[in-house]
């Protein structure tokens, strides 16, 4: 309900945080099926997400470590330059270069 209220006015751009976060399988999907929707109407979708199985939606991503940037590009390059078959892959390549705090 809160996304289409958001989009009803077909502003520029729209921020999503984490917004399948606690959602069931089939609606999560459904969700998606929104926001591809809204994007074809040119609205552009910034989301933010913990599963990466969804960044795999997207057609840009960055990925922060350290609170920096480290990976910035479409899904399929990315999983091209760290020669990995998933965005999982991606993140766990890209977190084993983590400081944590030094």
């Known amino acids: 309900m809160a996304f ?3 989009i009803i006015h ?4 729209v921020f999503l945080d984490e917004p ?5 399988p ?3 999907r459904q969700f998606w099926d929104l926001i591809y929707a809204a994007a074809d109407r040119g609205i552009t979708i910034f989301v933010t997400t913990h599963y990466m199985d969804e960044a795999e939606y997207c057609n840009r991503i ?3 470590v350290d609170g920096k940037i480290k990976a910035l590009d479409t899904p399929t390059n990315l999983k091209a ?3 990995a078959v998933s965005m ?3 993140f766990f390549e890209l977190a084993r270069g983590a400081k944590r705090g030094e």
Do not use: C
Request: no cysteine; proline share 4%.
């Open 81 to 83: 330059k760290f020669n």
């Open 10 to 13: 077909e502003p520029q751009i």
């Open 88 to 90: 999982d892959d991606v």
């Open 20 to 24: 399948t976060g606690g959602v069931d």
């Open 62 to 64: 960055s990925m922060m």
């Open 4 to 6: 289409s209220v958001a």
């Open 26 to 28: 089939v609606t999560r």
